[in-house]
């Protein structure tokens, strides 16, 4: 018996260290594992604001695969470029990965938001399924005409972590950020809220590409250095596996001030280091972090934010028991096999469906 055959299209190399890329690449990583043939196809071009490069990419990848292939294609890929899609949608078997719908981005403004929701919807429903990373991200699909026997959430996998152990006796409080620096992630949240806490002893470190969101990044540096914050807040840019586990062991807790996640595979990290984490209410965070193992608040509220960094800064022991319940959720998450196991079923249920 031959072993099951699945394309798989990405935006650009598959290794870049955001959580959109590292999820692909696990899943792809796992299926091979189970004996699945993978065949991952890198695009050239830009995404999502896709140009002539992209789109002739796209077309050319498509139009190379055999009749009734089972393929796969990232939200990033073609959540603007539906075009190429049109010709293939009886022939091949094309699958939906949404991380987080284009149009939630934050920092759009009308006209680009209106766009991007046309345009993934247009794509979408050239799909004969879509998997999604979330539960939350699986009902916000319906807003785009998906079917929900057509949706299939596979939550990512989570590695084992040691556990934290912070900084060094005498050292203060470090505060760790993980996330690419765009609006979405809202790094200029934590800054306005560490404003607030200056008096306080803490060092806070952000990990995530400086280069995605150039402007954004750099306002943000720049909001840093005007509060004074220039050795207390260091953004380290991407980071290397090993890189990124030292800095969650040297860490006192974990902040994300995100406007909005697919999934946030960062926090689940930040929970199986039993790291007390700090985030808000958006998206399905509420759902990635579980009560009693996290503190939330709205999106974009600094007040909010420095206050419940307060706390945790000045109570030893609300942060033992917030790093308690987060290693005992830990254990319940599924392991990257399992991920990938649930990723077939989807991929095989979906991809047998009827155009």
Known sequence: MSAPELHVVVPGPLDQRTGGYIYDACIVDGLRRMGWCVVVHELDGTFPEADETAYVSLTQVLADLPDDTRVVVDGLAMGGLPQPLYPHRERLRILGLVHHPLADETGLDERQRRRLLASERDALSLCRGVVVTSAK?????????????????????????????????????????????????????????????????????????????????????????????????????????????????????????????????????????????????????PDTVPEGAGVLVPPGDDQALATVLEDLLTDASRCQNLAFAARRHALTLPSWDQAAAAFAVAVSVLGSQAA
């Open 137 to 285: 991200t699986a009902s916000r699909l319906t807003a785009y005409g998906v079917p929900a026997a057509r949706v299939y959430a596979v939550p990512p996998g989570t590695e084992p972590a040691r556990r934290a152990d912070g900084p060094g006796p005498g050292d203060p409080s470090q505060i760790f950020c993980v996330g690419a620096v765009i609006p979405r992630k809202g790094q200029d949240v934590l800054v306005r809220a560490l404003v607030r806490l200056r008096e306080r002893p803490w060092n806070c470190i952000c990990a995530g590409s400086l280069t995605r969101h150039p402007a954004y990044a750099c306002a943000v540096q720049a909001q840093a250095i005007e509060a004074g914050f220039t050795e207390r807040v260091r953004f380290v840019g991407e980071c290397a596996p090993d890189t990124l586990d030292e800095l969650y062991h040297s860490s006192s807790m974990f902040a994300l001030p995100s406007y909005d996640e697919g999934y946030g595979m960062a926090l689940s990290d930040a929970l199986a280091r039993g790291l007390p984490v700090v985030s808000t209410t958006g998206g399905a965070i």
